[in-house]
């Protein structure tokens, strides 16, 4: 990554981190995704409960690794039979992993859901949210971040899954009502009323969808 991309990086995400404080969440600033994991890891006491909600952020830092094997209590609802009973333990986790969708730089998250577990989860139940977010991500405001959920995050993942969708086809947003659409539940986060509980690791890489 080139040396002015990552000093841009670095003073933005410096006022993101202050947009944010101004909301009640906490942020953190990481040059590259091994200090990502570094400070995750730092957040996570061991022997807690960890669940996620499919968040490839956390995965592309070896979070999600570090956690199967550590001494942590990781809810892997992969290895669940049944789905529902995994994402309902997420709302008593100590601890869920997830990224955004979109964020501006002042700091209001957007995320949006098919089954509305993970923003639900970000809304209430766990304890602590740790968002793992790659700089690709901050938008200048809600709207831009509005655009770049719907028109870029939402068609990657609509292809991930392999989902039918117009914008899996066209790879944008057509604000349909397709069977498979993922974007049933819109979830814009502009304050926390909870003292340390949702903490935002920003790093300097391209992470995620």
Aim: glycine fraction near 6%; include cysteine; aromatic fraction near 6%.
């Amino acid at each position: 990554m080139s040396e002015f991309v990552t000093m841009r990086n670095q003073k933005l995400a410096q006022y993101v981190i202050k947009g944010l404080q101004s909301r009640n969440m906490k942020g953190y600033y990481a040059e590259n995704r091994e200090a990502a994991l570094k400070t995750a890891l730092q957040l996570i006491p061991a022997q807690s409960s960890v669940t996620m909600g499919g968040c490839m952020s956390a995965q592309e830092i070896g979070l999600v690794d570090a956690l199967k094997t550590g001494p942590y209590r990781f809810i892997d609802r992969n290895l669940y039979e049944d789905k529902r009973a995994a994402m309902l333990a997420a709302y008593d986790a100590d601890v869920f992993l997830t990224s955004v969708n979109a964020m501006s730089r002042d700091g209001i998250l957007v995320n949006i859901d098919g089954n509305a577990n993970r923003v639900s989860a970000i809304a209430q139940g766990p304890k602590k949210v740790i968002m793992i977010v790659g700089m690709n991500k901050v938008c200048d405001d809600l709207d831009s971040a509005m655009k770049r959920a719907r028109n870029v995050a939402a068609p990657m993942n609509a292809q991930r899954f392999g989902l039918s969708t117009p914008c899996s086809t066209h790879g944008t947003c057509f604000d349909c009502k397709s069977p498979d659409t993922i974007c049933c539940q819109f979830l814009i986060t502009r304050f926390s009323r909870h003292q340390d509980r949702i903490h935002i690791i920003l790093v300097d890489d391209v992470l995620g969808f």
